[in-house]
């Protein structure tokens, strides 16, 4: 059976920090290219960060850029999701999908839904004082 299974997400103070993990069953994540989306109460669901299966390109929203990290364990199947320097915008449900397609940075294919074939099931991220 596949799935995806993300963890370790909490409330945190502004400024905090907190990783993500989105770790695999029944698919070896290696190939496959891992993307990282949150949806915040009433707006829409944003891609945050991606991992291409590809060469292990890493792709970032502006928004995250220089706070958020990813990378991938092969050998616990598991992609993580290092955020730092937390805003209260950054609240949301954060979601781990994962694509058998490489992504390409001329399209920025990485941002958008479709592209992915399994999701799971989301962790509550609430950053706030």
């Known amino acids: 059976q596949v799935q995806l299974v993300e963890s370790g997400g909490g409330l945190v103070q502004p400024g905090g920090s907190l990783v993500l993990s989105c770790t695999a069953s029944g698919f070896n994540l290696e190939h496959y290219s891992i993307g990282w989306f949150r949806r915040a109460p009433e707006k829409e669901r944003e891609g945050v960060s991606c991992?291409?299966?590809?060469?292990?390109?890493?792709y970032y929203a502006d928004s995250v850029k220089g706070r958020f990290t990813i990378s991938r364990l092969n050998a616990a199947n598991t992609v993580y999701l290092r955020m730092n320097s937390l805003k209260p915008e950054d609240t949301a449900v954060y979601y781990c999908a994962a694509s058998g397609n490489p992504m390409s940075p001329s399209t920025n294919s990485w941002i958008y839904s479709y592209e992915y074939d399994y999701w799971g099931q989301g962790t509550q991220v609430t950053v706030s004082s």
């Open positions: 991992i291409s299966s590809t060469y292990g390109t890493k």
